[in-house]
């Protein structure tokens, strides 16, 4: 009887001690829910290869929508034909647009991706403005393209200065563009040179002098004063020389002699003797 009674103590401990602490429940997880994921991974992982031959499939078809001048659809395809085979989705776009900026007269490139094997290219040319001595041509932002060019284009003027100063040159010449026109006049050639002075060339022959300084002041000069002033006499005008605080100097083609005549801007556009006084030159500092 009393060997019972501390077994009997040590069960009401355990029944009061089991009593204080929380149940914890237990968790049983079917079988099939631990199976299905692996299964569907294994599933999966079989099957991918399936899915990227019948997805990633070789470019079918190449649209090409632009409209070109220089640039022929048969050296788009050609660019573009080594890495056709690489796959739909695998392509390296930005691969495929270097490519295609490699040729010539190319200003930009737009690709995208049609479904399902369709590859669409837009290609925008570059606009040639001028050419840049006898190196390429230049293009309404000033960025020499196409160097050494197989044909000439005569048609276009001729641009000229030291190395990287061809954004600086082709601006001054778009400047004065629209101006040339309006007062029908043409560009055969604009000059800077290695110390800084700017000439230009007129397609009738004539010369103007804009030198160093204050250069679009000059050339406001040229075609506000100069060139209505001597529109009716332009044929027998040799060059123009704006080198002046304010007027010009008129060199004239004479069978007999050469004659200079300076103009002052603040006179009523009349030529006036040589009494006015010419800065010092940039040619001599």
Known sequence: MSRNRPNRRRRSRRAALAQKLPRVPRFRMPL????WPAMLGAAAA??????EEVVDRPVGRLVIESTFQRVTPIQVEAALAPELENGFWSLDLESLRE?????????????????????????????????????GLLNTRGELFAERPPHGFPELPLLDGPPGSEREVAKVYLAMRDRLLESGLAIERLQLDERGSWRLLLATGQEVRFGRNDVHERIDRFF????????????????????????????????????????AARTEL??????????ERESRG
């Open 224 to 263: 506000s004063v100069a060139a209505p002033a001597l529109a009716r006499e332009l044929h027998r005008v040799s060059y123009v020389d704006l080198r002046y605080t304010n007027g010009f100097a008129v060199g004239w083609r004479d069978e007999t002699q050469s004659e200079e005549t300076e103009v």
């Open 99 to 135: 490519r295609l900026r490699a040729l010539a007269w190319v200003d930009s490139v737009s690709l995208r991706r049609r479904w399902p094997d369709v590859l669409v290219v837009r290609i925008s040319e570059h606009r040639a403005a001028a050419r840049w001595g006898d190196k």
């Open 270 to 279: 009349a030529v006036q003797g040589e009494t006015g006084k010419r800065e």
């Open 32 to 35: 099939r829910a631990v199976l």
């Open 46 to 51: 079989a099957a991918f290869p399936v899915l």
